[in-house]
């Protein structure tokens, strides 16, 4: 493997060199970052020692740019720096910010240099830099786009140049996602390319190259979505940092719409269970035979309403209902025409009360009515229409016959009653009605009153 030292400490690179070259390892040296950039040994490099002092660009710079906003390139690729002296907190410090694995003094020997080196060498030997990250550009001059490309390059970056009609073509079959525009001097076809671009998906990251425009047109070509500038004449510290934003930035968009992708994809199940969840309710809630509300939503509902009574005085009215000689309807007809009766009731209650109003069947043939914001007259009134209804609308069987039932009811409102009592005066209200010949209504006493009876 080799290891580019960026270092002016030439016996710190013979150290390197006796350390490493006689197991395989190749030391390559240069000055500076910058002539780095240059060294046909950068591509090969597995290692690098930098300076951390240095002009024009010393280690903590170069590191950062190396590394570059969005972390992606060369992650795995170990950086050491190198102090002329023994750093200071502050220095080591900024060398975690920099991203830097690990440092070195110029005067270290060999022990110390193994130590800390030998396995980053050792992991080191045979890695990758992986995929390099694809560019493309249009509109550029070759000087310059031999340049960029060179620089490109050498930080893992490949450079495709295509005319400015097939920019499009190269973004939408994502071979590129960062793309490279000359300025022309009008900017008429940039802002052309720059509103084409806008229509693709994902959606690419422009980054404008050319002398500054005036105020106008720079306004316009930001609302067309320019995302970056970089001002000739170029240098590559600019250019590598406005790359490594836009991976910053196409990363955060793909994570942003895996989130929303993701979120999308909860809302959906959590419609999905609120779907099911209400069907289990209704099965739950729901009595099968004849589609009412079954007793234990009627013992639910009946209690929300007396609370609604006790702490704000919402009227409300029970009304219990009891089919008369029902068992000689089964005993007679069978089983099969009791139910077809039970449905037929079950049909004439919901047709006969209000939305706001809920019917239920509460055993063998006992239904149950509530009727909200009513009066115990009001109820009185329901009671005695939907007992006539009943009384006057035979069932009529698949088989043409007919079967005249009859109902009983009894009417009873909260006034003076807690929740148990309420049922208790209701159903004694229903069995007055059965004592006194069925097919009738009668309304439980209120407590400290008389009681109050409609007769059928």
């Not at 939408?172 to 998906?201: F, K, N, S, V």
């Not at 106008?216 to 940092?241: I, K, T, V």
């Not at 239904?367 to 009671?383: M, S």
């Not at 009384?391 to 016959?401: H, N, Y």
Request: net charge neutral.
């Amino acid at each position: 493997m080799n290891l580019l030292a960026i270092t002016r400490h030439a016996d710190l690179v013979e150290r390197l060199r006796t350390a490493f070259e006689g197991v395989g390892h190749r030391v390559l040296q240069v000055s500076d970052p910058l002539e780095a950039l240059a060294a046909e040994a950068w591509d090969r490099a597995q290692l690098i020692l930098v300076d951390s002092v240095g002009d024009p660009m010393d280690g903590f710079r170069f590191c950062n740019l190396l590394r570059g906003e969005s972390r992606a390139l060369f992650q795995g690729l170990p950086l050491v720096m190198v102090f002329p002296e023994v750093p200071a907190p502050e220095d080591l410090d900024r060398l975690a910010e920099a991203g830097a694995d690990g440092h070195l003094v110029a005067t270290d020997g060999l022990q110390r240099i193994l130590t800390l080196l030998g396995p980053m060498v050792e992991g080191a030997a045979g890695r990758s830099l992986g995929p390099r990250v694809p560019i493309v550009a249009t509109g550029l001059r070759a000087p310059l786009a031999s340049r960029i490309s060179s620089i490109l390059n050498h930080f893992g970056f490949t450079l495709e140049t295509v005319p400015p009609r097939e920019l499009r073509a190269a973004l939408g079959d994502h071979r590129a996602q960062i793309a490279l525009l000359g300025l022309d001097p009008a900017g008429t076809r940039t802002l052309e390319l720059l509103r084409d671009l806008q229509h693709l998906e994902p959606r690419p990251y422009p980054i404008l190259l050319g002398r500054l425009p005036g105020e106008a047109l720079q306004r316009r070509l930001l609302l067309s979505g320019a995302m970056d500038w970089l001002h000739l004449p170029l240098s590559a510290p600019r250019l590598l940092h406005a790359c490594n934003r836009g991976l910053a930035w196409l990363h955060a968009r793909r994570v942003q719409q895996e989130f929303q992708f993701q979120l999308n994809d909860l809302r959906e199940r959590r419609v999905l269970l609120e779907m099911e969840a209400a069907a289990l309710r209704n099965e739950v809630l729901t009595d099968p035979l004849t589609g009412l509300l079954n007793r234990r939503a009627f013992n639910q509902n009946l209690e929300n309403a007396f609370n609604q009574w006790s702490r704000h005085h919402r009227p409300f009215v029970l009304i219990l209902g009891d089919l008369d000689y029902f068992k000689l309807i089964n005993d007679r007809f069978g089983h099969l025409v009791g139910d077809e009766v039970l449905k037929g009731v079950a049909q004439r209650i919901q047709n006969s009360v209000r939305r706001s109003d809920l019917g239920f069947r509460i055993g063998g043939e006992e239904f149950a009515l509530l009727l909200n914001e009513a009066t115990l007259p009001a109820g009185l009134e329901v009671a005695e229409k939907l007992r006539h209804r009943i009384d006057a609308s035979p069932i009529v069987l698949a088989t043409g016959q007919q079967v005249f039932p009859t109902m009983s009811f009894g009417v009873a409102g909260p006034e003076g009653h807690s929740l148990e009592s309420l049922f208790a005066a209701a159903d004694q209200a229903l069995y007055v009605a059965k004592r006194k010949g069925r097919n009738r209504v009668e309304a439980a006493s209120v407590p400290g009153s008389g009681s109050v009876s409609v007769a059928g």
